[in-house]
């Protein structure tokens, strides 16, 4: 048995409320800043169409909630998988684009907290995807 198979072998169930938690998560990190740009829009699409739980419970759009309510949600997770797997989207959509501002970095910081999210796994979720959206020096 290889790595990949190693890790991701665990089935994931699919449920209306796993899609709304994602979909919350996408929504709140995507407008903290007050504006989604064509690369968060692209990221956001792509996300859309490849994660299992919004592949499955699609939804038309992204709900408009508030953030404090949001956060205050996600926090009765009891799914690790689940909380891990929203806080590696949120912080995916929030290095898409020009990196991470400060609403976005601010907005993290409260996620992590409400996810449970260790900071171990946390930082290694940032390094992993700075590294992927790693850009070219001019």
Not at 10 to 31: C, K, Q, W
Not at 72 to 88: F, G, H, K, N, T
Request: net charge negative; aromatic share 6%; with cysteine.
């Amino acid at each position: 048995m290889g790595l990949l198979t190693r890790f991701t072998s665990a089935e994931i169930a699919s449920s209306p409320e796993d899609a709304a938690a994602l979909r919350d998560v996408l929504s709140a990190v995507g407008t903290v800043d007050g504006s989604v740009d064509k690369v968060e829009r692209a990221v956001l699409e792509a996300l859309y169409k490849t994660l299992p739980q919004l592949r499955d419970h699609p939804a038309t759009a992204p709900p408009r909630s508030q953030r404090a309510k949001i956060l205050e949600s996600l926090s009765a997770i009891d799914s690790e998988a689940l909380r891990y797997q929203c806080w590696v989207v949120a912080v995916e959509l929030a290095i898409a684009s020009d990196g991470i501002n400060e609403a976005e970095d601010q907005y993290l910081e409260q996620l992590q907290q409400a996810l449970r999210v260790d900071m171990d796994f946390a930082a290694t979720t940032v390094r992993v995807l700075a590294c992927k959206y790693a850009r070219a020096s001019e």
